[in-house]
Every structure is written in C-alpha cells, then in structure tokens.
C-alpha cells in the first residue's frame, strides 16, 4: 500500500517525502474523533477516518505543491516537516500517542479473510486506474511528454489533484493496518517519518521490472 502510494507521484517526477507524515497525522487527526463514536465497530470508523484524512492531506499538498510551483523535493520535505510539527502539537510534544481503545489496535487486519480481499480489491482498483483508463493513460503521457501532452488538452493540474489524492487514500489505509497489534501512534520528527519513503523504493523497483 505504501509503495503504491508513493508510486502514484514518483514516476511522474514528484518524489514525495510527506507519505509517511500524511499517514501518521492522518491517524492523529481520526483518533480525536473515534471516542464520540456511536455504533459503528471502531476499527472500521478509524481505518476510514484515517483514508478521508489521507486525502484531505493529500489535496493540501497538490494545492501547495500547484501554487508555489518550485520543485516537488523542496516542497514535499517541506510539507512534511509541517505535518509532523501538527502530529508534534496534536500529541501534546511526546512522541507517541498511546491508543487505549483495544478494538482499534486488535488483531483485525491479520485475519487473512479480511487483508487479502482488501489488498486483491486495492490492487484490481489501482491496475484499472493507471492502465485501463482515462486517467492513466494521461499520467503516462504526461510522465513521457509533459509539454506535448499539455498542448494536446491534457490537464495536468487535475492529473496532480488526484495523484495527491489518492496517495493520501493509500497511506492512510496503510497507516491504520499498520496500527494493528500496536497499542500507540509513533509521532516522528526532523524527517523521520520519511522512512516510509525510502523502504518501499525496492518493491516500486522490483515491481517496475516485473
């Protein structure tokens, strides 16, 4: 999940740094708001909460990343460091936020009934998307000819809006999964959480070829 979710700017020459940042605020941001709950199962509230705040997160860096227009190094590092100072403040300055709720950090996702459908669904949606479809046919040509793409109609401000967007669907749902068995939400500074990033550059390699 989180190697697709980086995939989705990467090959478009928009190296995102802020995934693991995103994820970790996204997570924060849904915990204040799982406790008022009602009757819904806490698990699925949360894993959603966190996927809607993925985006929302997401939209704010296109729109940052589409107004400043400098490049996407110098602005994912720095959209980063600012979700991680509001993960920082949201936490009350500790590095970790501990989760009490047992449902949210059950063992839900391990269930192999419940991840592989979720994965085999995630997989299906995002082959359709950037292979069969209008959408990826025009991240690809506009990953292969950025100024012949956009001469013939292309809109490459809306490509953006939706690779942000759905990066930020994607590691907010990796986010949660990967709470599972955990009893805390780990707040990282100083680039930290840009971890995420690097240790999924080998599967987007060995997917690349493959």
Do not use: W
């Given at each position: 999940l989180a190697?697709?979710?980086?995939?989705?700017?990467?090959?478009?020459?928009?190296?995102?740094?802020?995934?693991?940042?995103?994820?970790?605020l996204a997570s924060l941001l849904a915990f204040q708001i799982v406790p008022s709950l009602a009757t819904i199962p806490e698990i699925i509230y949360f894993t959603l909460l966190t996927v809607v705040?993925?985006?929302?997160?997401?939209?704010?860096?296109?729109?940052?990343?589409?107004?400043?227009?400098?490049?996407?190094?110098?602005?994912?590092?720095?959209?980063?460091l600012v979700y991680e100072g509001i993960a920082k403040v949201i936490a009350?300055?500790?590095?970790?936020?501990?989760?009490?709720?047992?449902?949210?950090?059950?063992?839900f996702f391990l269930e192999p009934i419940i991840i592989f459908p979720i994965l085999i669904v995630i997989m299906i949606v995002m082959s359709m998307a950037f292979c069969?479809?209008?959408?990826g046919y025009n991240k690809n040509a506009l990953v292969y000819d950025q100024k012949i793409s956009v001469?013939?109609?292309?809109k490459e401000v809306a490509n953006c809006i939706i690779c942000f967007v759905m990066a930020g669907a994607l590691i907010g749902l990796y986010q949660a999964i990967d709470l599972t068995g955990q009893s805390m939400i780990a707040v990282k500074?100083?680039?930290g959480s840009s971890g995420t990033v690097f240790k999924n550059f080998l599967p987007i390699f060995i997917g690349g070829i493959i």
């Open positions: 190697a697709l979710a980086l995939n989705s700017n990467l090959n478009s020459g928009r190296m995102d740094f802020s995934l693991g940042a995103t994820g970790i705040f993925g985006m929302i997160l997401g939209l704010i860096h296109s729109f940052i990343f589409i107004a400043l227009k400098l490049p996407p190094v110098v602005t994912s590092l720095g959209m980063c009350g300055g500790n590095n970790q936020i501990v989760v009490p709720s047992s449902e949210i950090t059950s063992n069969y479809s209008k959408f001469e013939t109609g292309i500074t100083d680039l």
